[in-house]
């Protein structure tokens, strides 16, 4: 059932989630006759590198974690669904993967969002319950559902975890997940979000569990962890 969590994971982790595009550079201007050189604008700035430098890794986890990373080409299912908006300003962004352990217990994700200012970044924060909204409706309506993957019964709720950031959120959903075929399989499925905000970086994490719900505390620790690695950079 690992999959099928993860492809709920992957619209609904975040508000911002690795997806295969990125932002449009702008055109420069065409130059006219004049004394003056007409004005031209720049291609965004590329911070990818900057993003990756600030994912937590293997050494922030128990030992008995190992990290499952995201496969190239992963895109993001709710893109098309909810749009990509949130991602206005955006100059570089990473996926840590899942974090998961080697018995029971909930896996991890986080994702790193870096904008050109301070600004962009609160406006693509402000986006994030209507997002949410949109993925949960997106499970309800069977949009999610692929090959012999079935999903249904979401719920959303606001959750009041020690979540550090400028601005942040935490949210618990719970659905149900079923595999048909030979061996009909189903499964509750829980997961817990948080993101938060330092200066222009946007970052996310999110818990889940099959069975189980993964606990509170826990994520808020790992969310401490991301935020004092985001807080330490210039």
Same mark, same amino acid.
């Given at each position: 059932?690992?999959?099928?969590?993860?492809?709920?994971?992957?619209g609904l982790g975040a508000i911002v989630i690795?997806?295969?595009?990125?932002?449009?550079?702008?055109? %420069?201007?065409?130059?006219?006759?004049?004394?003056?050189?007409?004005?031209?604008? #720049?291609?965004?700035?590329?911070?990818?590198?900057?993003?990756?430098?600030?994912?937590?890794?293997? =050494?922030?986890?128990?030992?008995?974690?190992?990290?499952?990373?995201?496969?190239?080409? =992963?895109?993001?299912?709710? =893109?098309?669904?909810?749009?990509?908006?949130?991602?206005?300003?955006?100059?570089?962004?990473?996926?840590?993967?899942?974090?998961?352990?080697?018995?029971?217990?909930?896996?991890?994700?986080?994702?790193?969002?870096?904008?050109?200012? #301070?600004?962009?970044?609160?406006?693509?924060?402000?986006?994030?319950? #209507?997002?949410? *909204?949109?993925?949960?409706?997106? @499970?309800?309506?069977?949009?999610?559902?692929?090959?012999?993957?079935?999903?249904? *019964?979401?719920?959303?709720?606001?959750?009041?975890?020690?979540?550090?950031?400028?601005?942040?959120?935490?949210?618990? !959903?719970?659905? %149900?997940?079923?595999?048909?075929?030979?061996?009909?399989?189903?499964?509750?499925?829980?997961?817990?979000?948080?993101?938060? %905000?330092?200066?222009?970086?946007?970052?996310? !994490?999110?818990?889940?569990?099959?069975?189980?719900?993964?606990?509170?505390?826990?994520? #808020?620790?790992?969310?401490?962890?991301?935020?004092?690695? @985001?807080?330490?950079?210039?």
């Amino acid at each position: 059932m690992r999959g099928l969590a993860w492809l709920v994971l992957l619209g609904l982790g975040a508000i911002v989630i690795a997806s295969c595009g990125g932002s449009t550079p702008k055109k %420069t201007p065409t130059a006219t006759p004049s004394p003056t050189p007409a004005p031209t604008t #720049s291609a965004p700035k590329d911070e990818t590198a900057f993003a990756q430098s600030m994912l937590l890794t293997l =050494d922030d986890f128990p030992d008995d974690y190992d990290l499952s990373p995201i496969a190239a080409g =992963d895109a993001n299912p709710l =893109d098309t669904i909810c749009g990509t908006g949130r991602e206005a300003g955006k100059t570089g962004k990473a996926t840590a993967g899942d974090f998961v352990p080697a018995a029971d217990g909930a896996s991890y994700s986080e994702n790193i969002v870096v904008f050109a200012n #301070s600004s962009a970044v609160s406006r693509a924060a402000d986006t994030l319950p #209507s997002y949410v *909204d949109c993925g949960v409706k997106a @499970i309800n309506d069977g949009r999610l559902d692929r090959g012999n993957l079935r999903f249904g *019964d979401a719920k959303l709720s606001s959750e009041n975890f020690d979540v550090p950031g400028e601005k942040h959120f935490a949210y618990s !959903i719970t659905a %149900t997940g079923r595999q048909t075929g030979k061996q009909d399989a189903f499964q509750n499925l829980y997961f817990l979000i948080v993101y938060g %905000t330092q200066g222009r970086v946007g970052y996310s !994490i999110s818990a889940n569990g099959a069975g189980e719900p993964p606990d509170g505390e826990e994520l #808020s620790h790992v969310a401490h962890l991301a935020h004092e690695r @985001i807080r330490q950079q210039p």
